[in-house]
């Protein structure tokens, strides 16, 4: 087949791709990475290119008539077909520097700072010891390895201490080099503890470890200074996964064709390298010297990331392959850090709540406290678990994508220009925003989405079913082929020029979202016979920006009418986690517990779930008596 | 630099080759092995071959003149310089099939045969388990594995339950095909047991493992059936190390030169590769099916194996890297047999005493017994154990190669065509040789050299020290320019033409080697200050064909002149150990505990070991009252 050249500007890459190739492949051979998140099938229509020059042949997709007529096309439906010039708008592109790391303290509900240690005692997984061996003789003849290990004998109280075939053939000319003198790098895990790193003499330099919470739409690292315990850097991106999909749900289908696993595998890898390449030059630290990784994440991107097959957990009985992941080493897995280097996965409970949650558990304390809590991660799935420090239970929940922006027509995640905040005049129906950075708005985020619903629902736009009233005087709210939408904002004040709006199908979604969250919460609490008085605390975490309007979402029924200070936000707990578990070897070995003890509850088994949902599909309940608050207000 | 093709007859096989490599290296590279103790320094004149047509350059070397006029070379001399035709003489040729791997009850002291397990349980290190497991349901959904482990736990008390990647990868598709039912093969290895591979329902295939003799100079391999514990068959060969040199010392120095190890390496593992190539082939055995391999040989050899650099085991103060080897997967070794199979290696002592020797113990039972035994591995070096189950206390001399036919002019091993025994008329000096397999003599082996060396004293040809006597009326002791020397056969009567001799020099070397021996056994007893009278058991291992000549070998002060019946002569122990280890989990346990427990004699220290070597320089000693029967019969 002839070959291509794809030159992309204005990044100035030209790739050499054969007849066929889609433009988003070759946009992501040439390292541009693009929006898309409905993994090719041209119905995001987020993945818009303009083709300058050259021969391509243009397929359909959602793509606007205006912008087809401008020359825009659909990367992933526009096929190469001789050499040509494209040029990326920076809408298109997915911008790592978007993604929002920290939950800074504004607004309603403040993310809660944890402490580093959540408790537990500053052991890190991986530390450097200085030692200084006798030197042999002919009496004293015993071989490097046993010296070395009776010396490192009084550093650890670990059963065996091991070293890889690589260190042992470095040992012999290491502690000759350093008379005797050597610094050794050691990891403890579960009782081994391995000689990972040898240095002669006394080393000064650092030891660091990853923290990576692998979501299934962004990756984010944590740089560790093994040391001090102290982050030193931190960075997050897009998962390069998105590529195929935007859930879980469409990666295991396209994990099932052929490379199709070993292609996910490679494509979070390579984001994850990519972060790690980034900190590592910004911060100038050698790959060498990063010794050991803690990565979260939920199950089907811990099956992924190891490159184990998927499939079985989209199938009924849902079996994930192991809910407890191998150590690997960082050669094996190909992650561009020390290559000895082991690569720790926080262990799942099911196949719906992953190892995120586990790190989540881990960080956030309930399973040391005697408090009764319910935590609730809010992402692409709602994820819950219930209990304190004698008992846990867990469930999952098909939330869908909308608080993080998939199925919303102008939803986004919580970066800059996404809508966080929404403010409606309840007479002239004018419409206030705040958006992430102050910027011209490009979208709407979770906590935008639950304040938008809100507060129309509190001015009397939708009813308690979500449909937009009639007689509303306002040409925001206004009729499409497509049915009703609100304008939030015109197109005048928007980043892209167009109007930004909710439809009639989004508020459905999210109604569909808040429901599956709250049915989760009462399924659970039904489960152990509870009811909501009974918790004393609720900490949510999860990708909501700056801040969680809870009164908004309790007056959509997404979470219990429980007194607000009962509510706790605590942002990314699994990185949190992760990171955690890095510097403390007690927690690591909580962390396995957790995954062991937390029950799973199947909320596919009998009626219960789906009864709550149904119940639960209205604003905020049909059962008012559970919004008392709600209630008197609206 | 131009290439040129170089063909060897009667093999008709061709390489191309760069000008200036040599026709030894151009033979290796043909697959054929030439014999050559020198390590290709040209001394040692066994590559011979002749060169038919083409140009090469022709070097000196250890050659006669008669050869060299008949248009024969030493291959490690003489280097290409454009297309060639040669002839590979049969003589010159390593023959595997030479390499004796039984010895059968024949003569004086014959080999004494172990029992399969030596009183250990039989648990073979690696077995196969059928499981019927539960189907999951929605609510029985633990993961894959955890239902794997679950069940297997009834078979194993193991308290870590492992699985590879890869392993892990293949287990959901393996389940459901078999329809959960799965046969399990696991290894297990010192407390924790490993899932080794998969098979979707009850499989009939078998489990197969190795064990691997890894010596200087020769390499031999059992394919054992791990379900039944016996040898399905054996194989051995030269160790293709040897075209790098004679003895550990010269492989020492050639791995510290450039790739020098990594060559060393693949020489040894391509051996083993050869012969389990050709022993799979033979029995119609799939490589996947070979799940474990036991290996023992000197630390040298164990060093060299591994690619772990033995450069500080020539230099005082002879330390080791470890004397404890990491169990290594076949797949990071390059082992033909299943990728996931542990590749084990026995534990060595010290720098001179090695898992071979460690593999004697294990499997002589001296460890076991209360019986104060002695136990002499007479090789390319002498090793030695004294001991009981109480204490075990080692040593190593440097016997030098004599007794496996190193450093003797006509030595060779013990394979076919090699000189066992020898008779001496005692008035017409007349000699009759018997030869292994009843060919025309090739060369004399171990056993033939003490043979010899005893007819020789007894019959007065030579005197206590060694020198031919003047006197002495036969055509058989001539003077030649490099001093005395004896016929044994007369060029007309053997395989290659040449007179068999004994020289001068010979008969020196071989009274250092026995008197280097002797020293060692005296150092270690009056390290422990106990006399020979005390030992009530001596067992000799080592490769001297079929028998060994005690009575011959106390006349010439080799072994110590106690009551016969105490001899026990065992053959290839290191084989036999390894093979033990491979069937019984609990000698492999013993074996590492054994290199932990034995105490190591450095005969380099003091002057005791100089003081005895000196006095042991004698047929048979200085002191004769060491030797009452001796000095009776002499």
């Not at 051979?29 to 391509?56: D, F, H, M, N």
């Amino acid at each position: 087949m002839s070959k291509h050249s794809v030159l992309f500007f204005p990044d100035n890459v030209a790739v050499q791709v054969e007849t066929g190739t889609s433009l988003l492949r070759a946009a992501s051979l040439a390292g541009i990475e693009l929006k898309s998140t409905c993994g090719g099938k041209g119905t995001c229509g987020r993945c818009v290119l303009k083709v300058k020059e050259g021969k391509v042949s243009v397929g359909g997709g959602n793509i606007s008539a205006k912008l087809k007529t401008a020359g825009y096309v659909l990367a992933c439906q526009t096929r190469v077909e001789g050499h040509a010039v494209v040029e990326v708008p920076r809408d298109s592109r997915l911008d790592e520097h978007q993604v929002l790391l920290d939950n800074k303290p504004v607004g309603l509900l403040a993310e809660k700072q944890v402490e580093e240690l959540a408790g537990y005692e500053f052991q890190p997984l991986c530390r450097k010891i200085y030692l200084e061996l006798d030197k042999p003789t002919l009496t004293e003849n015993a071989s490097d390895l046993s010296r070395l290990q009776a010396e490192l004998r009084k550093y650890t109280d670990c059963r065996d201490l091991e070293i890889s075939l690589d260190n042992l053939r470095k040992l012999p000319d290491i502690l000759r080099e350093g008379d005797w003198k050597v610094t050794v790098t050691l990891t403890s895990l579960n009782g081994c503890a391995e000689v990972l790193h040898l240095e002669p003499g006394r080393s000064t330099k650092k030891s660091y470890g990853l923290a990576v919470d692998i979501g299934t739409t962004t990756v984010v690292v944590n740089l560790v200074d093994l040391e001090t315990g102290q982050i030193v850097d931190k960075r997050g991106t897009y998962n390069r996964q998105s590529r195929y999909g935007d859930d879980v749900i469409s990666r295991i289908i396209y994990a099932g064709e052929e490379n199709g696993l070993e292609e996910l595998q490679q494509a979070v890898i390579g984001t994850i390298n990519h972060l790690v390449d980034k900190l590592l030059a910004k911060n100038e630290i050698k790959a060498e010297d990063v010794h050991v990784a803690v990565t979260a994440g939920n199950t089907t991107m811990a099956h992924l990331f190891l490159g184990i097959p998927p499939k079985y957990i989209r199938l009924e009985p849902y079996i994930p392959v192991t809910s407890s992941f191998p150590p690997v080493k960082a050669k094996e897995l190909g992650i561009a850090i020390n290559p000895e280097a082991w690569i720790l996965s926080f262990p799942a409970v099911a196949s719906y709540v992953g190892g995120d949650i586990v790190s989540g558990v881990l960080v956030n304390g309930m399973a040391e406290s005697d408090e009764l809590t319910l935590f609730i991660d809010i992402g692409t799935n709602g994820e819950m678990v219930l209990g304190n420090r004698d008992w846990l239970i867990s469930c999952a929940c098909s939330a869908g994508p909308a608080f993080e922006g998939g199925g919303i027509t102008y939803g986004m995640r919580a970066m800059t220009g996404a809508i966080e905040r929404v403010e409606i005049d309840p007479r002239s129906y004018e419409v206030q925003v705040a958006t992430i950075g102050n910027v011209k708005p490009m979208g709407i985020c979770g906590s935008g989405l639950i304040d938008c619903l809100a507060k129309l629902l509190r001015v009397g736009i939708i009813d308690r079913t979500g449909q937009f009233q009639k007689d509303i005087n306002t040409p925001r709210l206004r009729e499409t082929e497509d049915g009703k939408e609100f304008v939030l904002v015109w197109g005048k004040d928007t980043e892209c020029g167009k109007d930004i709006v909710l439809t009639e199908g989004d508020i459905k979604n999210l109604i569909r979202s808040k429901g599956a969250v709250f049915a989760g919460i009462q399924s659970l609490l039904k489960t152990v016979q509870m009811d909501v008085a009974q918790i004393d605390k609720i900490i949510i975490a999860g990708g909501f920006g700056n801040y969680l309007n809870i009164e908004d979402a309790i007056q959509i029924g997404l979470l219990p009418d429980v007194d607000r200070s009962k509510y706790e936000f605590m942002g990314n707990t699994s990185i949190k986690g992760a990171k955690l578990a890095l510097i403390s070897q007690p927690a690591y070995r909580q962390a396995e517990e957790l995954g062991r003890k937390m029950t799973y509850l199947e909320l596919s088994v009998g009626t219960m779930f789906m009864d709550e949902f149904v119940s639960a599909c209205f604003l905020p309940h049909t059962d008012l008596s559970l919004f008392p608050s709600a209630t008197k207000q609206s």
